[in-house]
Each structure stands twice: as structure tokens, then as C-alpha cells.
Nanobody
Framework: QVQLVESGGGLVQAGGSLRLSCAAS????????MGWFRQAPGKEREFVAA????????YYADSVKGRFTISRDNAKNTVYLQMNSLKPEDTAVYYC???????????????WGQGTQVTVSS
């Protein structure tokens, strides 16, 4: 069993930056692909970014490509999402997830954190 806890969310002005962290406990994250998803009010959960177990492969949603960077530090059992040039449409609850396969579909992930709120003001 893997427990995931996100942190780093908050309120930021458009154009600003935030770095989200996802810390794991219970098991090493080094066996898992990791993903970030987000859900805005009234909308479905959507894929943001994913990274392979060793960081060698990454995927991004088109809407965040060039602005967000996913990374991981397996020694610290932590995954990060650096978010730059934030836009009001990035406002959502952000979730990290762990799974056995690098994927963009939320159904492919087995473990989820509780989420952290990101609000971008215009």
C-alpha cells in the first residue's frame, strides 16, 4: 500500500509559479510511474503530467506543455510538479497518483493523494 500526500498548493497571480510536491509513505515510489491530474469545479478529472519510474520518460497534456515540469527524487520518495506561467484556467484541485504503467488515463493509476488546491487569480 502506498500513501500519497500532496502539498504546495495555494493562491497565486496569473503569470506566477508554484511547485507541488507529492510525498509517499508505505512503500518506495521507485517501482511506480507517477502522474499528476487536476479537477476543476464541475469538470472531470484530467491528466496533467506523468513520469516513468526512473524519470526517463515524461508525458504532458498539451495545455501545460512548456509551462509545467514533472520530476521525481526516488531517494526522497517524492514527485514534483513545477508550474510556471500559471493561468486562471489552471485553477483546480491537483492530485498525484501512482501506478504500474506510465499512462495518461486516471483509471491506470492505483493510488491517489487527497489533493491540493491551486487557485490562479487574473
Amino acid at each position: 500500500q502506498v500513501q500519497l500526500v500532496e502539498s504546495g498548493g495555494g493562491l497565486v497571480q496569473a503569470g506566477g509559479s508554484l511547485r507541488l510536491s507529492c510525498a509517499a509513505s508505505g512503500r518506495s515510489l521507485s517501482s511506480y510511474a507517477m502522474g499528476w491530474f487536476r479537477q476543476a469545479p464541475g469538470k472531470e478529472r484530467e491528466f496533467v503530467a506523468a513520469i516513468s519510474w526512473n524519470g526517463g520518460n515524461t508525458y504532458y497534456a498539451d495545455s501545460v506543455k512548456g509551462r509545467f515540469t514533472i520530476s521525481r527524487d526516488n531517494a526522497k520518495n517524492t514527485v514534483y510538479l513545477q508550474m510556471n506561467s500559471l493561468k486562471p484556467e489552471d485553477t483546480a484541485v491537483y492530485y498525484c497518483a501512482a501506478g504500474f504503467h506510465l499512462a495518461t488515463m486516471f483509471g491506470e493509476y492505483d493510488y491517489w493523494g487527497q489533493g491540493t488546491q491551486v487557485t490562479v487569480s487574473s
